[in-house]
């Protein structure tokens, strides 16, 4: 019944602005600055409320925005303005707390566990491995470290980037990181068809 009247609400005000020659949406243009500043502050308070009554959630919210933005291909300008709120979420004691529902104060700590994911995509594939296939984390991994830029022409790298050998694999190359880059499909073509000639 609800989504009727909105549906019938939102109706009326078209038909309205229509007759009346666009005079609702120019008042409405008139307060774009007050609509945005409640809107901020509307969408502030919810999540202000939401870390104070679901402290887990909000760990577990923030846990999971940090990981997507992290690798999220985006300028360094815009990873460095936003670095100071992954640090701030990274922040362990901020969500910590105790049985009694206060917060205790332990140092950070959910970059533990980053950094113990991170050690297993930089010191696996060190054996002589000859796997032809690279695992997508670690195409992740190695396209961040490069700033999500090709490794040759040093363009933005679009979606569907390839992952190379450096060493190629029977030469003597493994699986490792320091062994891959990340280039378009355009270079690898290039690097490829001169590497079977």
Not at 39 to 66: E, R, V
Not at 104 to 125: D, N
Request: charged share 20%.
């Amino acid at each position: 019944m609800k989504l009727e009247l909105f549906v019938f609400g939102i109706t009326a005000f078209l038909i309205f602005n229509t007759y009346y020659d666009g005079k609702f949406m120019k008042l409405f243009h008139s307060w774009q600055k007050e609509i945005k500043m409640t809107t901020f502050a509307f969408i502030g308070l919810s999540l202000y409320i939401f870390l104070k009554k679901n402290p887990d959630q909000s760990k577990t919210m923030f846990s999971h925005a940090n990981d997507i933005i992290r690798y999220m291909p985006i300028s360094r300008s815009s990873a460095d303005m936003l670095s100071p709120f992954l640090d701030f979420a990274n922040n362990k004691s901020l969500f910590q707390t105790d049985s009694f529902g206060t917060a205790s104060a332990q140092g950070p700590g959910l970059g533990r566990r980053e950094a113990q994911m991170e050690a297993r995509i930089t010191s696996s594939g060190r054996n002589n491995a000859t796997k032809r296939s690279v695992s997508e984390t670690k195409k992740k991994f190695v396209a961040a470290q490069q700033s999500w830029k090709c490794g040759h022409c040093d363009r933005q790298l679009p979606a569907w980037y390839e992952v190379d050998h450096i060493v190629r694999l029977e030469h003597g190359g493994s699986n490792n990181v320091d062994n891959l880059v990340a280039l378009c499909r355009d270079c690898h073509g290039k690097k490829t068809a001169m590497e079977t000639f």
